[in-house]
């Protein structure tokens, strides 16, 4: 029962380097989404998708893509990465509806040097 | 837009006291609420959620929450804290509609537990 898998676990990459954080879930949810948990901030919707095919933004978009080619991926780009970006990153899904409860996977701990 | 204030970054209890950790939100409608715990270096883990009906919801390993709307507060308590339930509580608010629901979370209260 995989759930929701996140790769890598850790990440160290140099400023201006490109990235694709990985999420996948076996639980046949549409809606996916990502996060970045900081320090004193809570979590803080990136991008999320109802379904394949069909991706929005969140709060914090700048500086990261998306795209969701089938139901059970969902991967999160980073084209050039910053210092501003080093948080930790976690990939939720939910059934359709908006009153299920997000199930999330275990995060990425990236750092930008 | 919804927001929720945790106004509570650290909170210290000993074990088998009780606890109650506060959580305000702001919605135009009747919110869908959540809590999640978090412990170190894992994702959120689902601790009890409210949709309508009874305003007094249980949720895993003993926690409740109760949702006062004359107070716009969903305030988690557990009668008698375990040494394992020291982690990170988070308060989340859903929106009522919309298939592109975004569920906005607190900034987290961190619950320390004294042996």
């Known amino acids: 029962n995989a759930g929701v898998t996140q790769t890598p676990k850790f990440q160290v990459l140099k400023t201006g380097q490109s990235m694709t954080l990985q999420c996948a879930q076996d639980?046949?949810?549409?809606?996916m989404s990502w996060y970045r948990q900081d320090p004193g901030m809570g979590l803080r919707l990136i991008h999320y998708?109802?379904?394949?095919?069909?991706?929005d933004q969140g709060e914090v978009p700048n500086g990261y893509n998306v795209s969701r080619s089938t139901t059970e991926d969902f991967p999160l780009r980073l084209l050039s990465a910053a210092p501003s970006q080093t948080s930790v990153y976690f990939c939720?899904?939910?059934?359709?509806?908006?009153?299920?409860?997000?199930?999330f996977g275990n995060g990425t701990r990236l750092t930008v040097t | 837009a919804q927001s929720v204030t945790q106004p509570d970054i650290h909170i210290t209890v000993s074990e088998g006291a009780s606890l109650e950790l506060r959580c305000n939100y702001s919605?135009?409608?009747?919110?869908?609420l959540f809590w999640y715990v978090q412990s170190p270096g894992q994702g959120l883990q689902l601790l009890l959620k409210y949709f309508s009906g009874d305003t007094l919801v249980q949720g895993i390993k003993g926690f409740e929450a109760e949702f006062k709307r004359s107070q716009s507060s969903f305030n988690l308590r557990k009668p008698s804290v375990h040494w394992s339930d020291a982690a990170e509580y988070f308060c989340?608010?859903?929106?009522?509609?919309?298939?592109?629901?975004?569920?906005?979370f607190g900034t987290g209260t961190q619950l320390k537990v004294e042996l």
């Open positions: 939720a899904s939910r059934p359709d509806g908006s009153n299920s409860p997000l199930h």
């Open positions: 998708s109802v379904g394949a095919g069909i991706t």
């Open positions: 639980m046949n949810h549409e809606y």
């Open positions: 919605y135009g409608a009747t919110p869908y």
């Open positions: 989340a608010v859903g929106a009522v509609t919309g298939g592109g629901n975004k569920l906005t």
